[in-house]
């Protein structure tokens, strides 16, 4: 059994930002995949539990104004279905796919996985290299977050308490840019990532890159990008060597822990293999 | 501080069965579901790593031990048992049997909702395709080699079932394994168990 607990169920979005108003230790729940099993753990003891994965306003992926908004409780499985995903953000359509197994995908929502902050957290990197911002509601108001301002530490954000995660919006990538998701872990699929890098560039017509984006979750305490490694590619032809030196800058971002240095390798391993596919594909086009 | 909960009213059709309950804000699906006895529904790790409490919501495939009670009031819930039973199993249940993918046993319902929900929606899958799908599940027995081939076998089953709706799998002259057969009358034997 989990540890006793009210639970209310808000028919709007206010309603819920209410309830959250109302104490310090109200908790959202979407999908549960991190609330149950932390509840049940001790790690959080909830008076009141709050269920917002019906809410209307949290849900449903759009275009709009040049930007794509994707609702808080999104699943994971709806993102790897959704066609607008796929057509527009190849990076965010393959970490969706590759996120944990189908059963998970099929609850969890990519509001809890960023508003959970592991640092681990497959989403964090992927939306990273996309420019995303995340809209947080209370019932004072909405404020938008860049969301390499929204990760503090593992498990920390700059998220209130009496805030609910609503949306996560990016620019409509541009149609020449090429993304790229890959995590290494102990099982080919259905893992917790020891290492994962995200990544995002497109090259003008004569091949130089325009754009770059890298970022890398697990690999510190709160997902990052890895800007030095970035700046190494900007505005240059993408060679073998070229691509080396901003895969050494990107595994010098890696903070690792002890006896995690293994890590470094991993991601200069991984930024190299994704930047040189990710370039010829971006020749092609 | 002592928190007062208030039982909550909710409806559950389980197995094409109404039930109108009254749970605690804290109760979890899958014991809801096995208190009501649906015991089908395995309890394993109730942390969502080994999908043994694998149930399908409202079509799809979920964990049932990191759902709360009363995020299921209405839903639609599929258990192992609903797909079919001793008597009248279900094809991949069938496969299951017929490819020996049962050893112990603890995994397969889990097992048969993810095939199900995978099925459902790509019925001539690969390999990879089988083991990513099912790649929630565990089996602590490790048969998985034997799991991978139910899969195909009653991927196989299904398709040449919907190409000749009109002839079962038994009038095309499938003996039934001899296995199946104990497994139906000790079925008959214990009569209407887990209903």
């Known amino acids: 059994m989990l540890p006793v607990f009210e639970v209310k169920r808000p028919a709007t979005l206010t309603e819920a930002l209410e309830a959250l108003a109302g104490g310090t230790n109200v908790h959202p729940i979407a ?23 019906d809410l209307a306003e949290l849900r449903g992926i759009e275009i709009r104004d040049n930007k794509i908004r994707i609702g808080a409780t999104t699943t994971l499985a709806e993102l790897a279905e959704s066609d607008i995903i796929a057509q527009h953000a190849d990076v965010l359509h393959q970490m969706s796919k590759s996120f944990a197994n189908v059963l998970i995908r099929n609850r969890a929502t ?17 939306f990273l290299v996309l420019d995303a911002q995340v809209e947080l509601a209370s019932i004072d108001g909405t404020r938008c977050v860049p969301l390499d301002e ?32 890959e995590k290494m872990g102990l099982r080919k699929i259905s893992c917790m990532a020891k290492v994962d890098v995200a990544i995002s560039i497109t090259l003008d017509r004569n091949g130089l890159c325009e754009k770059a984006r890298i970022a890398l979750g697990a690999a510190s305490p709160a997902a990052l990008r890895a800007v030095d490694a970035e700046a190494e590619l900007v ?51 | ?33 096995r208190d009501l006895g649906y015991t089908d529904v395995k309890n394993g790790c109730e942390i969502g790593e080994c999908g043994a409490c694998a ?12 759902v709360l009670a009363i995020q299921a009031d209405g839903a639609e819930i599929v258990t192992n048992a609903g797909l079919g039973t001793l008597d009248k199993p279900h094809v991949i249940q069938e496969a299951f049997a017929d490819a020996g993918a049962i050893q112990c046993g603890f995994c397969t319902p889990g097992m048969v909702i993810s095939t199900k929900a995978l099925l459902d929606r790509n019925p001539d899958p690969t390999e990879e395709e089988i ?37 079962s799998l038994r009038e095309e002259g499938q003996e039934a394994d001899p296995e199946d057969r104990l497994l139906a009358s000790d079925g008959a034997k214990r009569g209407g168990e887990g209903s």
């Not at chain 1, 999908?31 to 994965?53: C, F, Q």
């Not at chain 2, 089996?139 to 079932?161: F, M, N, P, W």
Request: charge should be positive; charged fraction near 15%.
């Open chain 1, 31 to 53: 999908g549960g995949t991190n609330l149950i099993v932390d509840t049940r753990a001790g790690k959080i003891a909830p008076d009141l539990v709050v269920t917002i994965s």
């Open chain 1, 110 to 126: 990519i509001g809890g996985n960023l508003v959970n902050a592991a640092p681990c957290a497959d989403t964090a990197p992927a």
């Open chain 1, 150 to 181: 929204f990760f503090v530490n593992a498990f920390e954000t700059t998220r209130q308490t009496n805030e609910i995660l609503t949306a996560v919006w990016f620019p409509v990538p541009s149609k020449y840019s090429v993304g790229r998701f």
């Open chain 1, 235 to 285: 505005g240059q032809q993408l060679s073998t060597q070229r691509i080396e030196t901003a895969a050494v800058k990107a595994a010098a971002t890696v903070v690792p822990r002890s006896g995690s240095e293994y890590k470094r390798e991993v991601v200069q391993g991984l930024v190299r293999r994704l930047l040189t596919a990710a370039t010829e594909k971006g020749v092609q086009q």
């Open chain 2, 1 to 33: 501080m002592t928190i007062q909960s208030t039982k909550v009213q909710i409806q559950l059709r389980v197995n094409g069965r109404v039930h109108d309950l009254l749970v605690e804000p804290n109760a979890i699906l899958l014991h809801t579901l």
């Open chain 2, 55 to 66: 149930v399908l919501m409202n079509g799809t495939s979920v964990n049932s031990c990191m």
């Open chain 2, 131 to 167: 083991r990513e799908g099912l790649s929630g599940n565990l089996c602590r027995c490790t048969g998985y080699g034997q799991i991978v081939e139910a899969v195909q076998l009653a991927a196989e089953r299904l398709a040449r079932s919907s190409s000749s709706p009109s002839s």
